[in-house]
């Protein structure tokens, strides 16, 4: 088994590299390129920071590779860090594949540019809608918010009701989080018609009734544009 660092690296392991590996150090755009063409080789090393977001066809990473940061958001099929891995400054990991590491490995994580700890990345199910309330830090908020989902949070800190009507589905509601450090989170309670499933769809906080919320939604600027024959 691995013995557990800090600093952001995990342990070496020899270096494999491929026939066209090279001593010297990439640059950013150049290393991308590398990975995502998969002609990427072991101990690549990368001048400054690596972005990799939305590459969901890397399954994995040259080992021991390093950078200044890496960002790996949305990136789906990443499912492990490499060994040897080393980065100075924070990983970017909203919605990538990774869903723990080991103890003690010494990473700055972040969160959509919010540095956050393990248990926020990789833990959601732990997190509480008084979590939400309790926190001050805006944008750590805005980030537990997410980590939570929106339907659990209205189902354990309830809402304000500013607008409710019917459609297909049955009763639809406009119900808002007031933050007093904050923009309200505004969020549109819909029932689908064909499945019973509630769906929470969160909207800008200056919407005024459920169809205008919903004419949002589905890309209208003006609801009284916004005519359909079913809504879900």
Known sequence: MLNLMSKGRIPKKPIKQ??????EPVS?????????????WDGMRVLGNLNLSGASDIYNLPENLTCES???SDCINLT????????THGIEL????????????GFVLRWRGVQVNDQIAFASDSITGQDVLNI??????RVLIERLGYETLLQQVGGLVRDRDQDAGGERQLVYIPFEDDEPLMVLKVTCPSTGHIHVLRVP???RTCHQAAAWIAGFNNPDDYHPLIEA
Do not use: C, F, W, Y
Request: no cysteine; hydrophobic share 35%; aromatic share 0%.
């Open 205 to 207: 906080p200056n919407m």
């Open 70 to 72: 890496l960002d790996i």
């Open 28 to 40: 950013p755009e150049t290393a991308r390129k590398l990975i995502l063409a998969h002609h990427a």
């Open 94 to 105: 909203a919605n990538s594949g990774i869903t723990n590491l080991p103890a003690g490995h």
């Open 80 to 87: 492990t860090l490499p060994p040897g891995l080393h980065v």
């Open 136 to 141: 001050e830090n805006v944008e750590l908020r």
């Open 18 to 23: 491929h026939s066209q590996a090279s001593h």
